[in-house]
């Protein structure tokens, strides 16, 4: 059973922290990793991707794999409240299948 | 505002109820999906239209049933239904096999059946 695991939180950071998420993936052979960003009510929004060993920046957030490892993280800088939601790891592995982890709930305290 | 629009945004049926979720999507995407999901959980793939084909079906009992009119369309018939079939339906569309994955979803179908 091939797995995608993270940690359901919630996970609490100071407004203007950074905020650290992370994922693992059991399929070695997995191509491709990406970050949702869910709000509660709302539908899944992608916020990033990255297909290469190494970091990947988009303003605030930076995602980080390391494939050896297997796992992927997800930094957001200078944390805002607007953060808070739930963050899903989705990792598309060698059976072309997109495999989700279960979230982590992600609270900006002002 | 999302790029994939949905409808109902909510429903309420009976389980002998016969109804219909729409999507449609106008960025010349490919691919489109149906996910259900439930509270605290992650999106279940459900269907897969690859260029208008049916390319997966999870096992989905058949009181689901998929349609694709056209590259910009996709519906999902719904018929006795029961109540653990209550949660939000999602669908989504992707460029395509260059990019999969990278799925741009649609605000939901929140589904309750009584």
């Known amino acids: 059973q091939k797995e995608v695991e993270q940690n359901s939180g919630p996970l609490s950071v100071p407004e203007g922290a950074i905020a650290s998420l992370n994922c693992t993936y059991s399929d070695r052979g997995s191509q491709s990793f990406f970050w949702y960003r869910q709000y509660s009510g709302k539908s899944p929004e992608l916020i990033m991707f990255?297909?290469s060993n190494g970091d990947k920046e988009d303003g605030r957030f930076t995602a980080q794999l390391n494939k050896a490892s297997q796992y992927v993280s997800l930094l957001i800088r200078d944390s805002q409240p607007s953060d808070s939601a739930t963050y899903l790891c989705a990792v598309f592995d060698s059976n072309y299948q997109l495999i989700w982890g279960a979230g982590t709930k992600l609270i900006i305290k002002p | 505002d999302t790029e994939v629009t949905q409808t109902p945004k909510h429903l309420v049926m009976g389980m002998t109820n016969k109804k219909s979720l729409k999507c449609e999507q106008h960025m010349g995407h490919r691919a489109m999906y149906w996910y259900k999901q439930k509270a605290k959980k992650p999106p279940e793939l459900m269907f897969v239209?690859?260029?208008?084909?049916?390319?997966i079906n999870e096992s989905v009992p058949s009181r689901f049933s998929p349609e694709c009119p056209n590259s910009s369309l996709l519906n999902l018939h719904l018929h006795a239904l029961q109540p653990e079939d209550s949660a939000l339906y999602l669908c989504?569309?992707?460029?395509?096999?260059?990019?999969?994955?990278?799925?741009?979803f649609g605000e939901g179908s929140r589904l309750t059946v009584l």
């Open positions: 990255i297909y």
């Open positions: 989504a569309s992707s460029p395509g096999q260059g990019a999969p994955g990278e799925l741009f």
């Open positions: 239209y690859s260029y208008e084909k049916l390319s």
